[in-house]
C-alpha cells in the first residue's frame, strides 16, 4: 500500500490532540475533512484559520482544512478516518453512522482511553458491535504531547495494526522533520500501555500534590512500569499470542509513561495534582475544561483485569480514590509499601 492508497483524510474531533494532528498532516501537504462539533469553532478556522479554544498558535493555509458539523457528509467523503475525540464521547459518534459506512474505512485511532459504556478498545468494540474489519484499523501512540508539535519540538509516534503494510503507509502519511514515525503491529499491547500510562500520571500528580519529591517518584514510575510490563506480558500469552513477540521497552511504552508522568504538559498528571490538592473529580474537570482520560482508564482497567485475571494493584488504588472516595493520602500510605 502507499500513501496516495490513504485516499482523502477525514479528522473527528478538535481537541489539542486533533488539533496538533490536523498540523501535522497538513504541513506534510494534505488536505483534510474535519469533523467539529460546535460551530463557533467552524466559523472560526474558516474566518481565521486557526482553533479559537486548543493550540491557537497553530494556523492552517486556508485550503488545507474543511472544517464541518455534518458527520455523515464529511465520511462520505473520506476514505481514511482519524478518531480524535475523548474516549468518553467515541460510543456515541460512532453510533450516528451506519456501521456499513465504518466498514468501508481505514480508521486510525488517537484514543487513548478505553469506551467507558463498553469497557473496551475501540478497535474491539468495532470489530465486536460493527463487524468492523480490524486489517483497516491503526492506532497511533506517542511519546507525543500536542503542545510541543504546536512549537514542532521533535516528537515520536508508534503506528501499530495488524497489516505492517497500513501501518507503514499511515507512519510515512505523518512523518515530518518535526516527527519521527515507527511503526509495529501490536494493537492491544500499545494501546493497552496508553491507557495504563494515564492512570499512573494521575498518580504521579497526586503523589507531587501530597509533597511527594522525585526520589519518591522515580521507584513509583518504575513500579509502575513493572506493572504494566507484566500486564501486557500476560495479555500477550493469554489473549493475543503471536509468532512475534512485541518489545515492550520501547518509546510507546516506557517512553509514553515517563513523560506523561512527568511532564506538566500532561493534563493527567494535572488532573492528579489537582485531586491531590482536595479538589473533587468534577471540580477538577471544570477547572481543566479537557478530559483527563486517566479517570475514565482507571475504572475500565478494573473491569478488564478482573476479565484477564491480571492483577494492576498500583492502578487499583488510584482507582479507588478517583471512584470510590478513597483519601488520597491513606492511599498513597498503602503505596508506599507497594514500592521496591
Known sequence: MNESQLG???????????????????DNGNNIHWWVRNEEAIAYLNERQHNPHYLTSVRFLADTIHPTKDLNGMLERCDTVVFAVP?????????????????????????????????????????????????????ITGP???EEVAYERLSYL???????????????????TYINTT??????????????????????????????????????????????????QSHFEKVHPSNEHPDFHTSAYLGDLLVTCYSLHSRNRTFGA?????????AAMLE?????EGYYAARGMQSISKNYAIPIPIATYIYKMLWEDLNPSDGFLKLEKMMS
Not at 453512522?97 to 478497535?123: E, M, R, Y
Open 8 to 26: 482523502q483524510l477525514g479528522i473527528i474531533g478538535n481537541g489539542s490532540w486533533g488539533t496538533a494532528l490536523a498540523k501535522i498532516l497538513t
Open 87 to 139: 474516549s468518553a464521547y467515541a460510543q456515541g459518534v460512532i453510533e450516528q453512522v451506519d456501521k456499513s459506512v465504518w466498514q468501508k474505512k481505514n480508521i486510525i485511532s488517537a484514543i487513548k482511553g478505553i469506551l467507558p459504556d463498553t469497557k473496551l478498545l475501540l478497535n474491539d468494540f468495532l470489530t465486536t458491535r460493527f463487524d468492523y474489519p480490524l486489517e483497516k484499523y491503526v492506532s
Open 144 to 146: 507525543c504531547h500536542a
Open 158 to 176: 508508534t503506528f501499530s495494526s495488524i497489516d505492517d503494510s497500513l501501518a507503514e503507509t499511515v507512519a510515512n502519511a505523518f512523518s515530518n
Open 183 to 232: 511503526f509495529n503491529h501490536d494493537i492491544w499491547g500499545a494501546q493497552y500501555a496508553a491507557v495504563l500510562k494515564n492512570i499512573y500520571a494521575i498518580g504521579a500528580g497526586i503523589a507531587r500534590a501530597l509533597d511527594y519529591g522525585d526520589n519518591f517518584l522515580s521507584v513509583y514510575i518504575t513500579n509502575c512500569y513493572r506493572e504494566m510490563f507484566h500486564f501486557l
Open 274 to 282: 489537582m485531586i491531590g490538592k482536595g479538589y473533587t473529580v468534577k
Open 288 to 292: 481543566m475544561n479537557m478530559v483527563a
